[in-house]
């Protein structure tokens, strides 16, 4: 009998979307024949969701739960807005939130978690899910913040349910000021950022590479001008200083007033509550950001079909 290893399990796993145990199990009765163990799922009923898998499922919601100074966001998609209104899909959407609380950011983490009293993990409900509803789905990403003195905070825009909707944010606060007071600005600063979507708190989070790639485009801009190579250098400082205002949070316009920028309300914030503040991080997620979506011309499937 062939060697039940966990890349043979894997493989299984990503061709039928059953249960990892269920996956081990199918390979054993097969002697680690794969074909056989797909149709040994099939046969249990296990792998009612395979044919769904290839689906795009760029649609569903994103769920966020914050307890004191804990945090989670995660999103988990579907194929159709349809099921982002069933209350089943809700209701697992809010549970996997609440589980990712111990996740620690790891999506492998999370799907092996115990889901519910039925014995199965969050990958196994899935795709229960998947055959139950008849629809692909995906926990497709997870984020977990905790501070050790502070506060976490959670604004889910347009929600659709309790913690769920479209685009949910999480910002953690360090400070040992009044959590109540802290969690009115964490608020608020999680509104901005749904609105004006920073990439990262300050000037030392932009990604290496992105700042290279702008700096190169803004010095070839600088030079069509025909400046000195110096005056050049100096245009592309002065050109960055508002990429930076455009990406990072503390330098951005804070829209809840218009006027100030991020970095100085927080201070002025702190000094009324008479702590320092310092934003520890920051998640945002976008319902299917990143997805490529399928378009689809009924009208050529259909004159397709007829020919």
């Known amino acids: 009998m062939a060697e039940i290893t966990a890349a043979l399990v894997k493989e299984l796993r990503e061709k039928t979307g059953a249960g990892m145990m269920d996956c081990k199990k199918a390979l054993t009765e097969a002697g680690g024949d794969m074909e056989a163990a797909v149709d040994w799922l099939r046969k249990k009923g296990l792998a009612a ?23 989670a966001v995660v999103e988990i998609n579907a194929e159709t807005d349809f099921v982002a209104r069933n209350e089943i899909f809700q209701g697992f959407v809010r549970s996997v939130a609440g589980l990712a609380l111990q996740a620690d950011s790891d999506l492998d983490a999370l799907q092996a978690m115990p889901y519910g009293d039925g014995g199965r993990s969050v990958a196994e409900e899935l795709t229960h899910l998947v055959a139950t509803i008849g629809e692909n789905m995906a926990v497709r990403r997870v984020q977990t ?54 990439q990262s708190v300050d000037r030392d989070g932009v990604d290496a590479s992105v700042l290279e790639r702008e700096r190169d485009v803004l010095a070839d801009q600088a030079r069509a001008s025909g400046k000195p190579e110096d005056i050049v250098q100096k245009m592309v400082e002065g050109r960055l200083r508002k990429f930076y205002e455009e990406v990072t949070l503390l330098e951005q316009t804070y829209v809840i007033d218009g006027e100030s920028k991020v970095g100085k309300a927080i201070e002025a914030y702190a000094k009324e ?35």
């Open 145 to 198: 913040f905790a501070v050790d003195l502070g506060v976490v905070c959670a604004y889910v825009h347009n929600q659709v349910a309790d913690g769920l909707g479209k685009i949910g944010v999480l910002v953690a606060l360090g400070s040992s000021g009044d959590p109540e007071k802290l969690q009115t600005l964490g608020r608020q600063l999680a509104m901005h950022i749904a609105a004006a979507n920073p």
């Open 49 to 71: 969701a395979a044919k769904k898998a290839g689906r795009t499922a760029a649609e569903g919601l994103v769920g966020v739960v914050a307890k004191g100074n804990r945090g």
């Open 273 to 307: 509550i008479g702590a320092p503040i310092a934003v520890a991080g920051f998640a945002r997620f976008q319902l299917g950001e990143g997805i490529e979506r399928e378009e689809s011309d009924f009208a050529a499937e259909v004159a397709a079909a007829r020919g």
